[in-house]
């Protein structure tokens, strides 16, 4: 079947430790996405990228880090600037070729601080 | 800058009984996406909403779009239990050429009680 994998689902980071969370997609999406929600909120965007080889802030990228060197592949790493990183974080995809499809979402990773 | 807004927060409502849960944007937009989230889980994709008068049901769910109005709205019918979850309207951007960049609500927990 054909979706969107993250992992690890739970991870813990200590203080001044990069981590990074993985999303690997087999439906072939040219577009990729990492959201972070914090409890009781809406997701925000934090990294998208169009197209390997190729990504662009979103509205929180401050503290992150990504890659896109494969199609399939859109690692996120917390790094240790990002003061304050316990949330549940979305990665998602979309095939920008088919008009208006809802982007698809993974299972999450939940990232705490020890 | 676009504010995506829902109301309400928290819904409390019997099994069988109908409501409606409201989403209000600030600026102009042609697409409109409605997800729900189990806890602790990802997103799933609800409906997409991508023209002025757009109605879309799916069983005890029906969402409309009025772009003029800047609103959507999500009708529940005859409420059952399944039907708990947080739901989450998302308006769309165009952000960097075609990706499409979305701005959720602050999500509408919704508790059907027997």
């Known amino acids: 079947d054909g979706g969107i994998t993250q992992s690890p689902k739970y991870l813990f980071r200590k203080e001044g430790q990069n981590v990074t969370l993985s999303c690997e997609q087999n439906?072939?999406?040219?577009?990729m996405y990492w959201y972070r929600q914090d409890p009781g909120q809406g997701l925000r965007l934090i990294y998208y990228?169009?197209?390997?080889?190729?990504?662009q802030k979103g509205d929180i990228a401050e503290g992150y880090s990504v890659s896109r060197e494969k199609k399939e592949s859109f690692p996120l790493t917390v790094t240790s600037a990002q003061k304050n990183p316990t949330a549940f974080y979305l990665c998602?995809?979309?095939?920008?070729?088919?008009?208006?499809?809802?982007?698809?979402f993974g299972d999450g990773t939940r990232l705490s601080i020890l | 800058e676009l504010k995506v807004e829902q109301n309400p927060l928290f819904l409390s409502m019997q099994e069988g009984k109908n409501y409606t849960i409201y989403c209000n944007y600030s600026?102009?937009?042609?697409?409109l996406y409605w997800y729900r989230q189990d806890p602790g889980k990802s997103l799933e994709s609800l409906f997409v909403?991508?023209?002025?008068?757009a109605v879309k049901q799916e069983g005890r769910l029906m969402a409309s779009l009025d772009t003029k109005a800047r609103l959507s709205t999500l009708h529940i019918t005859a409420a059952v239990h399944d039907l708990s979850a947080t739901y989450f309207c998302?308006?769309?951007?165009?952000?960097?050429?075609?990706?499409?960049?979305?701005?959720f609500g602050t999500g509408t927990l919704l508790a059907v009680q027997p």
């Open positions: 439906l072939n999406h040219d577009a």
């Open positions: 990228s169009q197209i390997v080889n190729d990504f």
């Open positions: 998602a995809s979309r095939d920008q070729g088919s008009g208006n499809q809802p982007q698809h």
């Open positions: 909403l991508l023209s002025n008068g």
């Open positions: 600026t102009t937009s042609d697409r």
């Open positions: 998302a308006v769309a951007l165009l952000y960097g050429g075609a990706t499409n960049k979305l701005i």
